[in-house]
Structures are given as structure tokens and as C-alpha cells.
């Protein structure tokens, strides 16, 4: 007697995979908009979701906020992490990488008003339906101040601005604010990267100079783990978690 043949895994996948594929928040014709503080937060926090896009023939544009500068950075580290981003972005399949040059680590003494007319610029030249930012609750005030550009750059009220908007957490950004003292990051928007996140790691791992050791939270076994925890929430082999922000239909 036939007995009914297991679905291969790999066709089971398939299927996961098209389901997200066909899901409205990350498809669209338009561009996406992955918006870094600092080069690397981009591929910690949305690596795999980048590359899943850029492979679903999605323009993706990633934007640097903040540019080191010396004596607090020296100029062989930018010019290293300028190389290694490069590296990194081609690897992932982004389209085009925007240095906006805010100083680095000092975003909070900036007027805050350039900032919002950088990122502002950058939205209205692009136009994405997609943007990506990193979370409020972030330690570093460089990643808290550029949500709220981010937001004041994409305000609905404009002729130009993005449908959907969500925040990405960051190993060793994220999980280091305040418990219950600063918002928690708490995925809800989970991104099938199954078949990308060796490239995320692969990216990561072209950003030698940020790379740490186990058990820092800055390492590839970190990232790993943190993929494996947000796919096994939504029973997926890997996934990359966001918070949304605003999603307009
Ligand atoms: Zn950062």
C-alpha cells in the first residue's frame, strides 16, 4: 500500500520561502532603504534581509550615516572600514551605498536639524517604499538619534514617503540599554533569511575590523545564534526580526 512520501525539507522551505516572498510588506517595485549609523549596523542588523532583496531583483540602498573622524578615529580605521564596507555591500548585492559624513559618535552635539535635512534629502532623491532603521532603544545615541530622523525624513504628509518603515536590532547596540527603562526590542516582522544568512555572515565576516571573539555579541556565533532564535519564533531555520513602525497600505 502507498503510503503518502514525506515532503522533503528543502521543498518545505521552498514553499516557507514563497509565502514571505509574496507577503505585501517586503515586496514593491520601489527601492529599499537600509539607513546605518555607523558601517556594519546595516549587515548586523538586516544582512540577510538585504541580500534576500537584492536577490528578489529589489534595488537596495544603504545609507552611512556617520563618518569617523579624527583623534577620535585615525585615519587608517576609516579608510579600513571604508574597504571592508565596500566589500561587504557588493557581497550582499546592495545596489548603491550613500556616505552622508555626520561625524561619528557625535551626532548628539550635531544640529539635529542637518541630520533630518540629510536623511530628508536622501528619501526624497530615492523614494523608497521601504525603509529600514536601526531601533530607538539602541544604546548608542547615534543609532536613537538617527529613528527619529528617519522618521521626520519619511513623515506621511510628504509628496514622497516610504509605505513601510521598520527597525532592525543590532548585537551589541540593542540588548545593552536599559531593561524596562528604554523601549525593549521585540520582533514583530520576521524575515526568512534560511538561504542568505551564510552571505550575511560571510559580509560580516568582510568587516574584519569589527569582528570580535565569542562571546561578544559582535561575533559571528552571536549572530548565528540570534538568527537561529528568531527563525525557531516563527519555525523557521533562520530568520532576522524587526519591529514595524508605521506600514501604510
Ligand atoms: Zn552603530
Redesign the pocket.
Known amino acids: 500500500m502507498d503510503r503518502p512520501r514525506p515532503v522533503p525539507r528543502s521543498s518545505l522551505q521552498i514553499q516557507q520561502s514563497c509565502k514571505i516572498m509574496n507577503s505585501p510588506i517586503f515586496t514593491g517595485d520601489g527601492p529599499a532603504l537600509v539607513i546605518a549609523?555607523?558601517p556594519d549596523?546595516e549587515v548586523l542588523g538586516a544582512g540577510g534581509t538585504i541580500a534576500r532583496l537584492a536577490d528578489q531583483g529589489r534595488a537596495v540602498h544603504v545609507a552611512i550615516v556617520t563618518r569617523g573622524r579624527p583623534p577620535r578615529f585615525s585615519a587608517e580605521q576609516i579608510h579600513t572600514v571604508r574597504e571592508e564596507a565596500a566589500a561587504a555591500h557588493a557581497h550582499l548585492g546592495i545596489s548603491q551605498t550613500h556616505w552622508l559624513d555626520f561625524p561619528a559618535a557625535e551626532l548628539a552635539e550635531y544640529p539635529h536639524a542637518d541630520l533630518n535635512g540629510g536623511l530628508g534629502a536622501l528619501v526624497r532623491d530615492l523614494d523608497p517604499t521601504l525603509v529600514l532603521a536601526p531601533h530607538p532603544g539602541d544604546i548608542?545615541l547615534?543609532?536613537q538619534l538617527c529613528f527619529l530622523s528617519t522618521l521626520v525624513a519619511s513623515r506621511p504628509h510628504q509628496a514622497r514617503h516610504p509605505s513601510v518603515i521598520a527597525a532592525y536590532e543590532?548585537l551589541s547596540?540593542t540588548n545593552w540599554n536599559a531593561p524596562y527603562l528604554t523601549p525593549a526590542f521585540v520582533p514583530n516582522v520576521f524575515v526568512d533569511i534560511s538561504a542568505t544568512l551564510d552571505r550575511k555572515l560571510e559580509a560580516f565576516q568582510l568587516f574584519a575590523s569589527q569582528v570580535r571573539e565569542a562571546p561578544h555579541e559582535r561575533s559571528v556565533e552571536s549572530l548565528r545564534a540570534l538568527a537561529t532564535l528568531r527563525g525557531a519564533t516563527v519555525h523557521r531555520s533562520a530568520a532576522e526580526g524587526f519591529v514595524l513602525v508605521r506600514y501604510v497600505v
Open positions: 549609523p555607523h549596523d548608542h547615534d543609532h543590532t547596540e
